[in-house]
């Protein structure tokens, strides 16, 4: 490794770095704006200067950008030098030439990295007296603000969204001192990471419209480390409350997951946690009140769960203990899972796979590494947009490793690194049931029915090894899509294949397991991905239960009278008939929820369930990842953990174990007792009697304000804080000061580091894991040396047929995920419901675009408008899944039309 020196001190620094990495991962302040670690660095601003010398005899030295300039052995720099100073501070100068002064109304005042960046350089007065540039701003749609008028030309926003991002319509434009940065004309910006721009810009151009629009000033928020409820993937994310209500989802580095990035369905999804359909008393037939005629809740739900005929039903959206403590409660045999027929069999089927089978689930960022990419029926853009993002830069590898090799370009140097690479891309294939946002970097990417995917999967893992059942009748054209593939994964070193629920089809995921299972076999280390629907449907499977379709069976056989369904709306699992003849049988039906929806039409007893703000819980990712969230505030109603309530309902009921129990700590280590699955979780985070130098960690900064006046209407005295017996976090400012354990960090902050730039100085080195491991713990791993299984069903080529269609299941990041509809700005972007036709379809049934469609499902009557899609396989009709009026049971399926 290179010894550098920096003013007269030695240190050893890891070789491949620029110097500005380098200072930085060695815990020295050095001001930047361009640079990002995951961006790389294209010398745009100037604002890092040192000053190099030739050796211990160069007095004068020369002064050079430090993020373009490489790390060598027995180098000589300094930062302190006078000269490099002064040119730093004279580079602030000529960046805030045009800069308003408005820090006191910005957003991003007292969290700006420019703020600190002015004041680490010593710069205090400005030169520049004359008129400013201004610039009219833009409407960027309900996430953004933009005011270009703070901009200070970094690059940074055009270098992500475009060449990080993969968006089009955002660009930089004029030149010289007149650049700017927005749309060719305002409107909503279409990527569905636009929301990163609010955390790249290290100025306050592109801010948080949600957060504007109930404004707090960031270190007013009480915030705590957290896990995304968007989809199955698990991003980390801090959020942020004031007065009661959350206001803000910012990211939460973790460097095996999301990294610094999050989608716009994981950062702006939450204002359901704010909803006015909120539950936030307990009710007895709806009495608004906690009390019904004079009786406790909990003995009302005592008096009505009779033994042997109450039953329970989970959910993949509420927390592993939640669910855990219902099945106890219930018993195994009485405990059910709390999904559709199709999501249990798909999911099941993934845990399968990656429980039994050789091959390692990838992670995010291992997926950013693959170096060639399958994805068979997926639209990740919308079933998991993370990944999708990590699918961008795993086609980026190859060409530059090329570039390195044979250019001898360092991987930093990105805008030299792009120039080389141009168009080029690693191969990607894609087969799906339409085209999607990632079909334009494949060098493969073709639309057929979900059997038919599964077919040229099954190919391709035959050409891989013959131990693969062979397909027959293949076509001359699949014969050939599989040949490509088969003959790019045979030379991959890392290679992905990514599946999933997206489909519908176990078909396609068996497929999946038995490319990377053949690729293993040629010992390439190879990666399966597969997508899952909701936050925690991955823990719920691995804690097993018994199907829904069961408990309707068991209700309608007068065998339940009683039923607690935890966090779920079963009218999303069932269809609309099955779901109405259930709640008829059943007597009485306990739900414990966050917002009032259709089953909490049905339900006799309503308990009010703290949402992922107001609990404390653990969730499993698609990869099998164990991942602890804390609340973030104490509700003043009666809003608590699913799981306390379960705990008290248990204790009324004098259950034997469960009654034992009280806290977090104690329902987190019963399960890691006893359910060997999940060993290991009770040390996810340290538990609730960790102290630091005899305190807990606050969740509030130290610039924390006005918990004196934030009930001076209701009394001048300073209120009691909320006490939190369950974690080793405070509700106050008061606390320990330094660096918490990692997977409990509420917030980063470091003296002279106020934005969220502040995150280097809590990792091993910038861009790498956080100096005590990142968060969470897998708990699948392959098998790498047991035996290879592998599926022979082959399904049959599906062909089109006369008066019928075959629904697909279509997915769209803002609308079919059910809390996060609930939140005003996404429900600005969720699509009108539709049907998706192949144009010959639409001209056989004698419909055109806008025309609407008459079908039946199930004994369902629906009239849809129709949207014409030539990627559509022929006689496929595309139908959205989870938006509101749009209630599909089942896809695929056939329907006759």
Known sequence: MPIINIDNKTYEVKEGKNLLEACLSLGLNLPYFCWHPALGAVGACRQCAVKVFKDEDDKKGRIIMSCMEPVKDQQRVSIEDSDAKKFREQVIGWLMTNHPHDCAVCDEGGACHLQDMTVM???????????????????????????????????????????????????????????????????????????????????????????????????????????????????????????????????????????????????????????????KTPMVYHGPSELSNGIPVLQHIHRRMKPGKTIGIGSPR???????????????????????????????????????????????????????????????????????????QAVRRIPVEEVINTVHVPAWQDAAIREAVQENKGPLYILNVQQTKLDELAKGAWHTAPDNIARIGFGVSHLLSDKMPEVTGMSEQGKAIAAEIAEALKHAKNPLIIAGYGSGSEAVIKSAANVAWALHDLGIDAMLAFTVPECNSMGLEMLGGHRLESAVDRALNNEADTVIILENDLYRRLNQHRAEHFFDKVQDVILLDHLYNPTAEKATIILPAGTFAESDGTLVNNEGRAQRFFQVFSSNTAVQESWRWLLQIAAANGHATLSSLKHLDEVVSHIAVTCPVFHGIDTLTPGAGFRIAGQKVPREPHRYSGRTAMQANIQVSEPKPPEDPDTALSFTMEGYRGEPPSSMIPFFWAPGWNSVQSVNKFQTETGGPLHDGD????????????????????????????????????????????????????????PAPYIMLHGEDAKR??????????????????????????????????????????QIAEAPQLIKV
């Open 121 to 279: 350089t010593g710069h205090s007065y400005r030169d520049y007296h004359f008129t400013k540039r201004t610039y009219n701003n833009q409407y960027l749609g309900p996430f953004l603000n933009h005011e270009m008028n703070r901009c200070i030309q970094c690059y940074r926003c055009v270098r992500f969204y475009k060449d990080f991002a993969g968006g089009k319509d955002l660009d930089v434009f004029a030149a010289h001192n007149h650049v700017y940065f927005g749309r060719q004309q305002e409107g909503v910006l279409e990527s569905e990471f636009s929301g990163n721009l609010a955390e790249v810009c290290p100025t306050g151009v592109f801010t948080d419209k949600t957060l504007k629009q109930h404004y707090t000033r960031k270190w007013d928020l009480t915030s705590a480390a957290s896990v995304c409820q968007g989809c199955g993937l698990g991003c980390n994310i801090i959020a942020g409350e004031r007065y009661g209500a959350l206001r803000q989802i910012t990211n939460r580095f973790n460097s095996a997951v999301n990294g610094y990035f999050l989608c716009d369905r994981g950062r702006y999804g939450y204002e359901f946690v704010n909803s006015p359909q909120r539950i």
């Open 775 to 830: 968060g969470g713990k897998r708990l699948i791993e392959p098998h790498p040396n047991g035996q290879t299984p592998f599926y022979t069903e082959v399904p049959e080529p599906y062909l089109p047929l006369t008066e019928h269609l075959l629904l697909v299941p279509l997915y769209h990041i803002y609308g079919s995920e059910e809390l996060s509809v609930h939140t005003p700005g996404i429900a600005e972007r969720i």
């Open 318 to 392: 509420a927390s592993l203990e939640s669910n855990a403590v219902l099945k106890e409660l219930v018993g195994e045999e009485n405990f059910y899972l709390g999904v559709s027929a199709g999501d249990h069999d798909l999911v099941s089927l993934a845990l399968k796979v990656l429980q039994q089978g050789p091959v390692r689930a990838a992670s995010l960022q291992e997926a950013a590494a693959a170096d060639v990419v399958l994805i068979l029926g997926e639209d990740l853009t919308n079933t998991a947009p993370m990944l999708a993002l990590s699918v961008r």
């Open 845 to 886: 049934l004698q419909v055109a675009n806008g025309h609407r469609l008459h079908f039946m499902d199930n004994g369902h009557h629906y009239t849809l408008p129709v949207i014409i899609n030539n990627t559509l396989q022929q006689g496929a009709a595309g139908i959205p899944v989870g938006l509101p009026g749009v």
